[in-house]
């Protein structure tokens, strides 16, 4: 086994265990932890993956600005676990089962597809900034002028819902 | 190594996240569970990405442009949802969703 399954193996147990952390934990303060830790363990996936342009945008964006927002929202509600509503047992369960259901069937459908195999020893430079900005810049314009538009109807759209 | 890990390990976490939208009544734990769910998309784009890049095709920088995307639409959608959440914990002092079931008279 190489260093690149160990790594792999590692990262994902983290990854799973911490994405787990935050649906079972009372406390959303812990939860939100778990997820900066989640997406720590994902952001690795992204390095071993040759992805070195959005292992930093989403290191960045995820857990530099989302988190932090989701934390900072928490901490300005004062939420902790004694006020933290419950769903009643019989639903919690449904859930369980019915998410359960559905790695089952994916999991069933997907173990006998035959797709070329990541080469892990190989480095790759699609990843780097400036091939992505190259075709950044020459395929994807238009979705990229649109995004622009979208972040600025969402500034606006934040700052109207919060003023009220 | 088969790309199929990378499957499996996307798949388990956009099921965590089912379950968490699923189980949780805390407003804000559903809407990490939803960041969850496309993480795992993300994490897959990359790794068919890696593996058609390893195949020898040379336009596979477009499903790490997706990710990129789905980034920015996740940010404007995180910004929007949590003013929402605010909006919402203000008008009725909790972040329950069963609460927002009043909306429907």
């Given at each position: ?158 700052v109207v819902i919060g003023k009220k | ?82 003013a ?22």
């Open positions: 086994m190489g260093i690149e399954q160990i790594i792999f193996i590692v990262l994902s147990a983290i990854a799973i265990a911490a994405a787990l952390g935050v649906i079972l934990s009372k406390n959303p303060v812990n939860s939100v932890l778990c997820m900066i830790t989640c997406f720590v363990a994902i952001a690795g996936h992204y390095i071993m993956l040759n992805a070195q342009f959005l292992f930093v945008v989403h290191l960045i964006v995820y857990t530099g600005a989302i988190m932090v927002l989701f934390l900072f929202v928490l901490m300005m509600m004062n939420l902790n676990a004694e006020i933290e509503p419950q769903k009643r047992n019989w639903l919690k369960y449904a859930g369980a089962i019915s998410g359960g259901a559905l790695l089952l069937v994916l999991v069933a459908a997907l173990r006998e597809a035959s797709l070329p195999a990541i080469q892990t020893s190989s480095a790759s430079d699609i990843g780097l900034i400036s091939n992505l900005g190259k075709t950044l810049f020459t395929s994807y314009v238009v979705p990229f002028e649109l995004s622009s538009v979208l972040f600025l109807s969402a500034m606006v759209g934040a | 190594m088969p790309v199929q890990y990378y499957i499996f390990l996307s798949i388990a976490l956009f099921c965590i996240g089912i379950m968490g939208v699923l189980m949780r009544r805390n407003a804000i734990i559903i809407f990490m569970c939803i960041e969850l769910m496309l993480n795992a998309v993300n994490l897959l784009l990359v790794a068919f990405s890696k593996m058609w890049v390893d195949a020898g095709r040379i336009d596979a920088a477009s499903a790490q442009l997706f990710v990129f995307f789905v980034m920015v639409v996740a940010a404007a959608e995180v910004s929007v949802g949590l929402i959440i605010v909006m919402m914990y203000r008008n009725t002092h909790s972040v329950d969703i069963n609460i927002l079931s009043r909306l429907k008279n």
